[in-house]
DNA sequence: CTGAAAGCGCTTACAG
DNA sequence: CTGAAAGCGCTTACAG
């Protein structure tokens, strides 16, 4: 262990000049002779001083320190392959603006009042959300208390406009059951999410839009909803294989519950894409790996990630001034779409 | 945005007390009188004060923060699914000891330096480091500087003893091939990743151990070397299918791998587990849900987070004196293994 | 270009 | 049980 911390004032002495200037050197204010910063410089590097980052906080305004929560459920599976890259897009952008990330996975029920706190007590300057549900209450209150926060992906309706990212679901959606619908389908089913998640309302509407425009009223029968996970997917297609006139397509909110759509149906020795097609949302690494390859719809994680972190450091100086971001959801076609 | 923010001096004149008493309420000083308390108490409620944990910080000694270090390779993928339970874990502990995780996620190659600062400018007690290559500095860098720290997997040979945690990797890789070796299997071949992880290194000793048990060489021709990915998987086995003898058994380092492996044996109409047995590595959650399903070895990775966690609380009082700790690997039998 | 001093918001002996 | 005061390690007007 180092013995005694140094300080500033220690550096100052050594440096044989005061505090303020160690300070001004810190901080590369021009107001010093080129003189004196090399050899306070010098004086910092021989006795390897960093100044500490939370007295500086003291003084100065900003903490530089952002906080990401994403609340989950227990036995979710769903997320394994966003989180990565969502981080991975987040830390890229703030790296470069020497933020640092707070990391807080939040297992439901969580406490809002609890997170606020790194809020209130000055840790973080913000939030970023990933992972919330439509009824969650905290994009609410941080609304409420003006505390700034960035959503990826939509949340609450009561909210008129606030800060978030997000892929457009709906056009992809609409994409997916489009290309069913030029290939002929007309029973096409829905295998909808049970959870609370704003993009799965989303993929709905663009199902139903699509379907409209081919003057085709969604059938209930065909939609079922189910958790979003393969076991979900396999319970849900095994429904629907069981009914009169089963759909001939298939799209999932969902690779894993595509895949365990497949499952089902390969079970009951049904070809895919020749008997049913299937279109899954995700584009995991996994779909271009399995029999027969599954289409899916892709979103821009990582990307994502980006435009949330460019947002809040947005709106960190223009709390009223702010676009909400779209990214586009794309139609990946593979051997299971037919 | 709040006016302007309130603090101890604000709340003190307000109350009628003293700052260090209302510090000693804060702090749950058992040296206030109940109804001093109860009046400070009152004030901090109706005014909505938090305290400032910088100011805080700045007195006090630990930082109640510790930094999560992720280095990886762009374009990875073998760890998606390990993240979120080994956050998930870390996270469970560290709430209950109210500390906080700052997170990095480092594209390689990164710079050691620019994150030991988060130590040596005091915001951090320390760090905990996952996906770490046994050639990293980083590891070094920290013991050298006595820097508090705990890695999530084994690190570098050059390090006598530093506090980490790890599956039994070997043991893990030990049982699936004796479970081949018992029935009857004599050619089995191991799909090695090509990364610097020590956990590789592991697996390859587990399973030479196994066959050294029933006198059986390890044949450089069984010995594929490949990314951990499900296109390495492929490759690798596409090579093992082409030899003249070819294997009847495959381990692979990886389910990714055992996937890609699985694709490549299908492809060429030979059959699972019938002509080849095939078990991988890491238990992902498809791997009961693919056609065959697919055995393999399970780490108990939310228990390792967990583990790491306390291992990290412990060495911050007693920083010699520990125990790395091994967390159990576990072969789960499905219908590949034959 | 440089320094003395006040201030950021807390905690903690010390004295009573 | 309570308060006055020093101190944690910085930054930043202010004066020169």
Redesign the interface.
Known sequence: ??KV?INIRDIAKLANVSVATVSRVINGSPNVSEKTRKKVLKIIQEY?Y??????Q??SKAK?Q?IA?LIPYERGF?L???F??PL??GI??ILDKNEY??????L?APYIPEKYI??Y????VDGYILANVKKDDPFPEILYE??IPFVSVGKVSTKLKKYPYVDTDNIKGAFDATLYFLEKGHRRIALLKGNHNYSFIQERYEGYTLALKKYGIRPDPKLIVEESLT??GG?KAMKKLLKINNPPTAVLACSD?MA??AM?AI?EENWEIPEDISIIGFDDL??DA???PPLASVRQEIEEMGKEAAKLFLHILDN?TDFEPKILPATFIWRRSAG
Do not use: C, V, W
């Not at 960093?50 to 007295?55: E, G, K, L, V």
């Not at 209130?120 to 840790?123: E, H, N, S, T």
């Open positions: 262990m180092r911390k390897d960093h100044p500490s980052a939370f007295a906080k003291l903490t320190i990401l599976i997320s394994d392959a989180f990565p981080i991975k830390t890229e640092n990330i707070m990391l807080s996975m297992e706190q790194l209130k007590r000055g840790i208390e003006n393969i076991d396999y894993y895949i365990g499952n390969l690494y996994i790996r399995i029999e709390p």
